[in-house]
């Protein structure tokens, strides 16, 4: 271990000439070389001693395990500053896109839903009904029973609008429009119809009144005066129109139609069934406008 004491003996022999200025020694004050390196080796000491002593510092380092992750992307700056010398447009329209001509677009139709409805039905002398292009039902008795005055109620199911049809006739033996031919009581007939229509709240939707559109098929006698004939299918003459096969569909226009005839009470004299419902005060009788001459009649109605 030699080298730490020739440290200690140089760092004695630098500390010496500093404290001790060259100028101030004289050749009597030169110790002999002898004493010189105890001299020293002593000051050295002392002056190693005085130092403080280092202090070891041990640096321990944390390291923490951070999971990978996936490196995020700043999104690309942009420049939202606009230069004074530049003017700035205001109400500015968006452009909107325009569908093109060779692409349709769907529409879709939106359906109703089927709602339930009660109508009540009473004819002199028979009826067939329509809702919405289908047929309902008719009277239950035959059109060629001489008298019948019963009413008839349906119940049904469909969606609004709902396009009512109803073909009425009143009893006739022939084409001549006469009744009871060749008996005492020969004499023209007489027709009227009452209908109405509730929801199943019981409310009225719909009733009969000369709103309706009304298409008389069969008119006769033309000549009233043939009533009394002897011989009425020779004397009494008729006219029939040819049905439009399409009449009580929703599809149909009947704008060419004339409007249904109201007719009072007293002048239909209704019957039997017709005192077996509770007619709204609005529903009426209808008919052509003549109850004896018109035998073949057809109504309809659209209620939205």
Same mark, same amino acid.
């Given at each position: 271990?030699?080298?730490?004491?020739?440290?200690?003996?140089?760092?004695?022999?630098?500390?010496?000439?500093?404290?001790?200025?060259?100028?101030?020694?004289?050749?009597?004050?030169?110790?002999?070389?002898?004493?010189?390196? $105890?001299?020293?080796?002593?000051? $050295?000491?002392?002056?190693?001693?005085?130092?403080?002593?280092?202090?070891?510092?041990?640096?321990?380092?944390?390291?923490?395990?951070?999971?990978? /992750?996936? +490196?995020?992307? =700043? +999104?690309? +700056?942009?420049?939202?500053?606009? @230069?004074?010398?530049?003017?700035?447009?205001?109400?500015?329209?968006?452009?909107?896109?325009? +569908?093109?001509?060779?692409? *349709?677009?769907?529409?879709?139709?939106?359906?109703? $839903?089927?709602?339930?409805?009660?109508?009540?039905?009473?004819?002199?002398?028979?009826? =067939?009904?329509?809702?919405?292009?289908?047929?309902? %039902?008719?009277? #239950?008795?035959?059109?060629? /029973?001489?008298?019948? !005055?019963?009413?008839?109620? !349906? /119940? !049904? #199911?469909?969606?609004?609008?709902?396009?009512?049809?109803?073909?009425?006739?009143? !009893?006739?033996?022939?084409?001549? *429009?006469?009744?009871?031919?060749?008996?005492?009581?020969?004499?023209?007939?007489? *027709?009227?119809? &009452?209908?109405?229509?509730?929801?199943?709240?019981?409310?009225?939707? $719909?009733?009969?009144?000369?709103?309706?559109?009304?298409?008389?098929?069969?008119?006769?006698?033309?000549?009233?005066?043939?009533?009394?004939?002897?011989?009425?299918?020779?004397?009494?003459?008729?006219?029939?129109?040819?049905?439009? %096969?399409?009449?009580?569909? #929703?599809?149909?226009?009947?704008?060419?139609?004339?409007?249904?005839?109201?007719?009072?009470?007293? =002048?239909?004299? @209704?019957?039997? *069934?017709?005192?077996?419902?509770?007619?709204?005060?609005?529903?009426?009788?209808?008919?052509?406008?003549?109850?004896?001459?018109?035998?073949? &009649?057809?109504?309809?109605?659209?209620?939205?």
């Amino acid at each position: 271990m030699k080298k730490p004491r020739i440290l200690v003996i140089l760092t004695g022999i630098v500390l010496l000439i500093a404290t001790v200025g060259c100028s101030d020694i004289t050749p009597s004050e030169v110790t002999p070389t002898a004493n010189i390196d $105890a001299m020293v080796e002593t000051r $050295a000491k002392e002056l190693v001693a005085a130092q403080p002593t280092p202090t070891t510092v041990v640096v321990v380092k944390e390291v923490t395990h951070t999971p990978a /992750t996936e +490196p995020t992307i =700043a +999104p690309a +700056p942009t420049d939202t500053s606009v @230069p004074t010398n530049t003017p700035v447009r205001t109400n500015v329209p968006v452009p909107t896109a325009t +569908p093109s001509p060779d692409i *349709g677009i769907p529409t879709i139709a939106v359906q109703q $839903a089927k709602e339930t409805f009660t109508i009540d039905v009473w004819a002199d002398n028979w009826f =067939a009904l329509y809702i919405n292009s289908e047929k309902i %039902g008719e009277d #239950s008795v035959p059109i060629t /029973t001489e008298r019948s !005055f019963n009413k008839e109620t !349906f /119940t !049904f #199911s469909a969606t609004r609008p709902l396009t009512i049809g109803i073909e009425g006739k009143d !009893f006739k033996e022939t084409d001549s *429009g006469i009744e009871y031919i060749g008996e005492r009581n020969q004499q023209m007939g007489d *027709g009227g119809l &009452i209908a109405q229509v509730r929801d199943s709240k019981g409310d009225i939707v $719909a009733v009969t009144d000369d709103t309706w559109s009304a298409f008389v098929v069969h008119k006769a006698p033309l000549d009233k005066s043939c009533e009394r004939s002897s011989n009425p299918e020779v004397d009494c003459e008729f006219k029939i129109a040819d049905i439009p %096969g399409s009449w009580y569909t #929703s599809v149909y226009d009947s704008t060419a139609w004339d409007s249904a005839t109201e007719h009072n009470k007293s =002048a239909v004299s @209704p019957k039997d *069934g017709y005192y077996d419902v509770s007619w709204d005060t609005n529903a009426q009788f209808i008919w052509g406008n003549d109850l004896e001459q018109d035998n073949t &009649i057809l109504f309809r109605t659209t209620v939205q």
